[in-house]
């Protein structure tokens, strides 16, 4: 990201989160949530750098099985691959690769969404738990060779902005 | 003679597999540091809390805070802190946060730091905690070894900088720093000590330059707190005339001085 796009960024940012602080203030809350619709997305890098994912359809036995090699002190590798229009999660043990869970759906039409892009995303496992005799795993995708330098200052701004909107 | 392979990692019987098997790697001890030094080094009475959510429970917070026009674009990817709209002083942190933070993040120091300074209480006005925010994420990022960008709101950054300043020339031996945490603590007595300053004269005299903010401070009584009243007002933006003045007429006066 070159300076002047860094500086962009920061701009409508700051004029976002200045807009959705001005009209909640007057009591228009709507409006405040429009703007934030409409252009929230220059105020950010195009790619987030990381965000957790609860999987869907988790296969109990792998997520069980890597939560006890964990528990050994091993790091079961985890990898992403497009199946059938969706994302899954395995973790690869040995030769093979075990499934872990699918992406939700949202989370799988961002992944086809970026293309080759995809591929920058790497699944790192987060949790592994028992609720009621049912196993939830939690992964997050976390880009690849993301370095502040390339994508700028944080958006503190758009931070800013996502505090002023409104109570849902 | 054939000889079975060697059981693979993931090679169990089903028997010993236990629903107790959990895992959660989310170790929150460097981020909880992260927020005591902020809270150490602003020195309040009162802190903030701090809430390390799992990942259904941050999907929830989102979906709490934003509308579901936003979640729908993937706004939600953007986030990890939220604030508790029924307790300012509260924060939200996402399991993704906590992960960057344990890699040294300097994205994430940045989000931390700055939403917990936003946290903690203050009764400036918004443009003048943004400028002292930036100033004093500068320090504290010397105080906990830790890298952090200090610009995102350098205009307002520009305003609190010139009044720390005329702070400092005029109120020896105290630093700029100890000046940005008082403006922070207690911003009754920063604007009592910078009417009592010089420079204060010539700012006045440079308002009343002014022909509209001449016409405002005419009919107070006090004109020095009415000045200091409405650079502290929660309406003003850097835009504003006064910002403008106010910065000009510090480095006017600090360049007189240093003559």
Known sequence: MTDDQQAEQLDSARKLARQVSDLVSDGKDAAARGVFTRTWRDSVPDLPSRFPVTLENVDERTALAVARLIGGGSEPQLGLRRRKGSYEVYAIGGHHENRLGDLPAADSEFLIGLGKQASLFEPFLLQIKSVEARVICAIELVRAEQTAEADGAPPIAFQDAVEALPNE | ?259
């Open chain 2, 1 to 259: 003679m054939a000889t079975t392979p060697p059981p693979g990692p993931f090679d169990f019987d089903d028997d010993d597999l236990l629903v107790t098997d959990e895992i959660d790697l989310m170790d929150d001890f460097e981020l909880r540091q992260i927020i005591a030094g902020v809270e150490r080094f602003l020195g309040t009475k009162r802190g903030i809390r701090v809430s390390v959510l799992d990942p259904q429970q941050w999907e929830e917070q989102v979906n709490a805070t934003l509308h579901q026009a936003a979640r729908k674009q993937g706004a939600g990817r953007y986030l990890h802190v939220l604030h508790d709209p029924r307790d300012p002083h509260h924060l939200y942190i996402s399991p993704s946060a906590v992960m960057a933070i344990n890699q040294r993040s300097k994205e994430m120091y940045n989000i931390i730091v700055f939403a917990a300074l936003r946290r903690f209480p203050c009764e400036l006005s918004t443009m003048l905690r943004h400028g002292l925010d930036d100033l004093v994420a500068g320090r504290l990022a010397a105080e906990l070894d830790i890298e952090l960008f200090e610009g995102t709101y350098p205009e307002e950054q520009e305003l609190v900088l010139a009044l720390l300043r005329v702070l400092v020339h005029d109120f020896p031996p105290y630093d700029e720093i100890t000046w940005a945490l008082l403006m922070r603590r207690d911003p009754d007595r920063f604007f009592y000590a910078l009417r009592q300053s010089k420079f204060c004269s010539a700012w006045l005299r440079a308002v009343k330059g002014d022909e509209w903010l001449a016409g405002l401070l005419e009919a107070a009584p006090k004109k020095r707190k009415a000045l200091t009243d409405m650079l502290r007002e929660e309406n003003l933006t850097v835009d504003a005339s006064l910002v403008r003045l106010t910065i000009e007429s510090a480095n006017r006066y600090l360049g007189e001085g240093e003559a």
